[in-house]
């Protein structure tokens, strides 16, 4: 008798008439050996803080890795889907012979077999169990919409009204129409105490002030996110006041701050000044109440240079959506570029300002002694927009070993820009791009092949010296590496890289934190943000990346740990590892959107 045949048969009592009694007994056997699948009762298990991974969850085809830190043998684990209580698969744990950095062993679970989706969780028998995880297809995209997102809550120069924002909307503060002139930036056009247009832009960071070196890095990461992904980023909907208009949301948000960064430069010759800031930090309060008068200080050649990029990369992306402010961003550059020419050291030393100049400013400084970089960036920026060889001269100079970027680093965000724009510019040495090309790989295979040796399994646990300050910005800067090495190489061991960064920033680490708000079953309830003052009942804005462990502790909390991957506090004091900055938010924004454009192609 074909069995299998018997059991594809209706199972009515007149479907078993033509077979014996014995015979039907087996088949009811066999049926109910196929239907019943083993149920767990995860109710009787506690989280298990010592089980780290992505709290979020995972793409189908993502590898899938968890950390338990544990001294102890190899363990069983079983693998549950949540609604169902039902045990998916079993696996064993393994030893990573690598510690933590505090000394801690752990082991590895890998169920990277997993590709169903649902919601599920970790067994390990008698012991406990993880936080609940999902998988599922876009499971980045509203990760992706709420970083992005964030930067219409730090909107200056406007309410942010509840149809937007929900419960955590806000009144109008800041105009910045009437910005005084400092002592430090005064001149025969313009005296101390002129006042000039200052208006629009994003706060910084947990404070109110407006930083055109930072925004530097902040505009030009956002920029380069819908120059790679254009598709993608163009069908997001970020609900903001523009939406529904012919431009993509993240340009319009973008724009608001370039109408701000424009107005930074004197028209006079071109300069710009360094910030628009407050002589002191604001207290702990709502923006409407943070009243203090506001100036913009000295000019300075970083934010010249940095100002010069921008535009210059604006200019190629407003093309085809506004012509006229494409034009004008240009202009804009070129002026500031001969600008920082003609005077190209002017450092921002804040010390020896206030000895100058009152009132004394003691906000921060974004100071940086070296310029070459940003005179890298803003050349080749430049020679993309016009093609003139004489910005390829200072570029092709340059040397073309790999540095990460930061905001005082950006010479490869240049570099990125000259090799995705590599098949538009003619006329330049071909050997140059080989050799930015075999730098940019050789960075990348050395993450790759560091991150084995970790005890978290990523490249952020690759050095010490990761760990500063925004360390979680080095994590998500390192994931663009990576994203660049894949769209140039193709190779999916980029991705996977950039993968475990993310899921190192999402809970795979050696606090337990998701460093991003509302993500996560365990994420920042108190980040240095003076948007929320006044209103942390209302709990976290979404979507902000926190600093992240910084063993320097320059706050001087009280933290429970010095080690460089444990020292992070969730405390409102704890602005050296507990704030929120806009470039670390850009960096994680790219990092999580394009992870999600890459699996939706």
Known sequence: MNVFRAMSKSKSQSDFAGYSIQTCVFIVAILMMFSCKTKVELDRYEVL????LNQLGFLPDQKKIAIWINEGDEREFWLIEKESQELILKGKTSHNLTSTFSGKKVHVIDFSTLTDSGE??????????????????NLLKDLGKATLKAFYFQRASTSIDSIYAGKWKRSFAHPDHQISIHSSAADSYRPESYKIDGSKGWYDAGDYNKYVVNSGITVATLLSLLEDFPKYLGSLDLN????????????????????????????????????????KFEGFVQ?????????????????ALDFAAVMAQAHRIFKNYSPQ????????AEKAWHWAEKNPSVIYDQTALNEQFSPAISTGAYGDKNLEDERIWAASELFIATHNLEYWKVIEGASPEFVLPSWSKVKWLGFYSLLRNHQDLGGVSQKWFDEVRMHLNLAAEDLLKKRLKTAFLNPMETQKSNFVWGSNAVASNQGILLIQAYRLFG??????????????????????????????????QYPHHRLMAEIDSLGPIPGFLVGGPNPKQQDKVLYFSAFPDESYLDVQESYASNEIAINWNAALAYLVNALQAIEAE
Do not use: C
Not at 498 to 510: K, Q, T
């Open 287 to 303: 923006p409407v109440h943070a009243t203090h008068e506001r100036f913009v200080v000295q000019k300075s050649t970083a934010a």
């Open 120 to 137: 599920y969780e970790i067994i390990l028998p008698e012991i406990g169990k993880s936080h609940p995880f999902k998988v599922q297809d």
């Open 240 to 279: 903001i006041p523009e939406s529904h208009d012919k431009v993509p949301d993240v340009l319009n948000e973008i724009q608001w701050n370039l109408d701000w960064m424009i107005g930074m430069q004197d028209p006079s010759d071109g300069g710009v000044y360094h910030k628009l800031t407050t002589a």
């Open 491 to 524: 190779e999916t061991a980029y991705l996977d890289g950039a993968f475990d960064n993310l899921d190192y920033i999402l809970g795979r680490n050696a606090t337990g934190y998701s460093y991003v708000t509302g993500f996560g079953l365990k994420y920042p």
């Open 49 to 52: 803080e010592n089980l780290r």
């Open 325 to 332: 402010n494409s034009e004008w961003y240009l202009k804009a």
